[in-house]
């Protein structure tokens, strides 16, 4: 196993895609462990070491003996071990800018959340409407805010472009023509999957292209 | 006029009062602004920003206006030279975004409860301490082993936890009380001179946590 990270996560896109992202770009290698079922993670999450951390949670990086877990942690975690803490904003005006994408980037993913956990048989009649009132207008903030941005906090890349990205991906594929009318975003995503370590990535057979959301249990993924 | 800094945010404690301690903590002088009314935000004063992001809470420094709360700590402590406060080195800026992380599943869980309904609050309430429960039990576990939340220095994310332990031993005391450090963290923060001020001044409003029209606890 050596000097790898281990990423453990669900095997879907969900909150470790940006990750995966992330770690190519880092250019750290890395085990993406995948749990494909509940029973795989509960044997690991009851056993040593996992079951020593009250925090222990999908996801998780594992470096020899360090864990880490909260997703938005393995960011600050990873950008250390790479060497590269210019990716977590290089001064107070990036850091303060990335935490506001950050926060308002939170509220867009609980928006596709919400749309996508209404109840099964009310999801069609109310998919539109609440489309509209749960994610489109917060969208379309970050639209704004990209405009005239090469990256989110700037003219420099930071974790949270990742994230962008991947709420992009979502916006795309479940609502395309919306989407193209966000071009901020477009812009955005376009620069993004040319970086040549995602372009790579995304052609690469490691690539989870679906779902982004667990199978079975939203009504979208 | 002076050069206060300005916190716009709705009269309650909410997202704001984590920042009001902090505020009196890193003693910045400030302008405490508060809107009753929605009318007084809509279409009035948020028509006065333009940002994208214009929202609630806002701290505006002369020309300069911040929005959404976690920028805002970013901004003050840089403002006063204390980055030490968003964590001093790896270790503790890791920390500090696992437990900001770990509040925002908390305040998940709790909100769905605060804001789920009147009528079944009474049902639901027990299921919600008991879920919440659990953040407490690790926020205690990790005050076990280090003196602040992310390490043997404070850092915003301590006045976070401490918001709501501070709630939650009006709501439900007996989940807190349970919980040997975190009693002792929160009247750790409360101690702080300048937080003791705070605390017995007029500019301190105890309540309510929460909208009062639709939340089942405030």
């Known amino acids: 196993m050596g000097d790898k990270v281990v990423l453990g996560y669900w095997a879907i896109r969900g909150l470790a895609q940006p990750l995966r992202f992330y770690l190519e770009y880092l250019g750290l290698p ?14 690991d999450v009851t056993s040593a070491p996992l079951n020593q951390h009250v925090l222990a949670n999908l996801p998780y990086i594992q470096d020899g003996d360090e864990l880490v877990f909260e997703s938005q942690a393995l960011y600050v975690y990873l950008a250390y071990r790479a060497n590269k803490p210019e990716l977590l904003g290089q001064n107070p005006k990036e850091q303060v800018a990335l935490a506001s994408v950050r926060g308002v980037l939170q509220d867009l993913f609980k928006g596709l959340i919400a749309l996508f956990t209404i109840p099964e048989d009310q999801f069609e009649a109310k998919k539109e409407e609440q489309f509209n009132q749960l994610v489109f207008w917060i969208a379309e903030k970050l639209s704004k805010f990209l405009e005239n941005r090469k990256w989110a906090v700037g003219d420099n890349l930071t974790y949270i472009d990742f994230q962008l990205f991947e709420a992009e991906e979502i916006l795309r594929n479940y609502k395309p023509e919306a989407f193209a009318t966000l071009v901020g975003l477009k812009n955005h995503n376009e620069s993004f999957a040319n970086l040549p370590a995602i372009k790579n990535y995304q052609a690469s057979d490691k690539m989870i292209a679906r779902p982004f959301y667990p199978p079975g249990m939203y009504r979208w993924g | 006029m002076e050069n206060k800094v300005i916190l716009g945010y709705w009269s309650i404690r909410g997202l704001a009062q984590p920042l009001r301690f902090f505020l009196e903590y890193i003693e ?6 508060r809107y009753t009314n929605p009318e007084e935000w809509f279409g009035k004063d948020d028509q006065t920003f333009n940002s994208p992001f214009t929202n609630l809470p806002y701290l505006k420094d002369g020309d300069h206006t911040v929005f959404e709360s976690d920028a805002i700590y970013y901004y003050l402590a840089h403002k006063v030279n204390k980055p030490e406060l968003l964590g001093k080195d790896a270790k503790q800026q890791t920390m500090v975004a696992t437990i900001r992380g770990s509040v925002g599943d908390f305040r998940a869980s709790f909100f769905q409860w605060v804001y789920g309904g009147k009528e079944t609050a009474e049902a639901k309430k027990e299921a919600m301490l008991k879920e919440t429960g659990e953040f407490f039990k690790i926020y205690n576990t990790t005050l076990e082993s280090s003196t602040w939340l ?4 404070i850092t915003y994310v301590d006045f976070l936890v401490w918001e ?38 007029p500019n301190y409003i105890k309540r309510p946590y929460n909208w009062d029209i639709q939340a089942v606890f405030y």
């Open chain 2, 28 to 33: 910045l002088p400030y302008e405490d602004k």
């Open chain 2, 164 to 201: 709501y332990v501070d709630e939650f031993l009006v709501l439900a005391p007996e989940v807190i009380t349970s919980k040997p450090k975190l009693v002792e963290f929160h009247n750790r923060i409360s101690e702080f001179p300048q937080i003791k001020k705070y605390l017995e001044s």
């Open chain 2, 150 to 153: 992310t390490g043997d220095t």
């Open chain 1, 30 to 43: 890395y085990e993406d462990k995948r749990y494909y079922k509940p029973e795989e993670w509960f044997a």
